[in-house]
């Protein structure tokens, strides 16, 4: 698979897929924030605009974009607040010279603010309607939060580059070490249905109403993966907070309060995958742009001490509700 995928995705091309789609673009596109694939906001002969979503290629296949596409459909047929993608006959992806696109309405809104109560339990029940449809019926080749997947490669992909700086090679590597050993395993808790990159960005706020977005990533996993990344500050004001949502998220489906066990693992995994997935996409131009310091002692460095920190966090009492 070549290292610069999207190196022949030219605007006369995006132009010509969305016109061999069934489209009418005017010809208007504007970049759109995205590393892992390519996203483009584009104008219609109408006036109308759409967004459209370049699948990166080699990383899903054919059959699990059509499940998350078909899980996004499911969730807007039980009234939820997701940006699904446009759907025609055959579906909702779309194939042209090669490259896997699907085009979506555009969806306004802001970051949700969720230092306000209100707008928490917003979001807390929203997740746990989604939840309540995960669970309903399992991905049959969407992959699985595992310790392995998100953990064990990531260290070995690291350790096997040459990325880290010498003085820190020992470092890293005992003290990853150190922290598969201390984790629990995320697939051997039951998994259902979810979002899988539940984060701020992924969500729109307007007029009120929540709007989730990019299930590029939904998996099979625990649903605490889809919550704790709301959690923030210090313990005290995590427990406040984990208060509102556990209240809210009962609403409509059982609050995993068994799987706050698993939060600390969770995160120390997202860090762990993150600076593998910015290793293994670096020699696509997109990534030195985006992440300038990524070759550098400092990154490294503060990585190392943040591993630290995570090690230090995994002793730490679970929280509660």
Same mark, same amino acid.
């Given at each position: ?26 010809? #208007? ?121 998100? #953990? ?8 096997? #580059?040459? &990325? ?112 593998? &997935? ?44």
């Amino acid at each position: 698979m070549t290292t610069t995928p999207y190196a022949s995705l030219t605007p006369d091309l995006i132009l010509d897929a969305l016109e061999a789609a069934g489209y009418e673009p005017s010809g #208007g596109l504007t970049a759109l924030n995205s590393y892992e694939n390519r996203v483009y906001q584009a104008q219609m002969n109408d006036g109308s605009f759409s967004v459209v979503k370049f699948y990166r290629p080699g990383r899903w296949t054919d059959a699990q974009i059509r499940e998350e596409h078909d899980f996004m459909r499911e969730l807007v047929a039980a009234e939820l607040p997701v940006v699904a993608p446009d759907y025609h006959a055959h579906g909702a992806m779309h194939v042209h010279l090669g490259f896997r696109f699907a085009v979506f309405p555009r969806q306004g809104g802001h970051t949700p603010d969720i230092e306000r109560e209100d707008d928490l339990a917003v979001i807390a029940r929203t997740l746990a309607r989604l939840h309540a449809i995960g669970a309903t019926r399992p991905f049959a080749h969407r992959e699985i939060i595992s310790l392995r997947r998100l #953990g064990t490669a990531s260290r070995d992909f690291v350790l096997q #580059g040459n &990325w880290l700086p010498l003085e820190l090679e020992t470092a890293y590597a005992t003290l990853t070490a150190q922290l598969l050993e201390r984790m629990r395993d995320p697939a051997d808790e039951p998994a259902i249905r979810i979002h899988g990159d539940c984060h701020l960005g992924n969500m729109l706020w307007r007029n009120d109403t929540l709007h989730l977005v990019d299930f590029d990533d939904c998996a099979m996993g625990p649903p605490i993966q889809d919550i704790w990344m709301l959690l923030s500050g210090e313990r005290e004001d995590r427990l406040v907070q984990l208060g509102t949502i556990a209240d809210a998220y009962d609403m409509f489906h059982p609050f995993p309060a068994e799987s706050l066990l698993l939060v600390e693992t969770l995160r120390t995994l997202r860090i762990l995958h993150h600076s593998a &997935w910015i290793a293994r996409r670096w020699d696509d131009p997109a990534f030195p742009l985006a992440f300038p310091t990524f070759d550098s002692a400092r990154y490294w460095s503060a990585h190392v001490l943040e591993l630290r920190e995570q090690l230090a966090a995994l002793d730490e009492p679970p929280l509660i509700v």
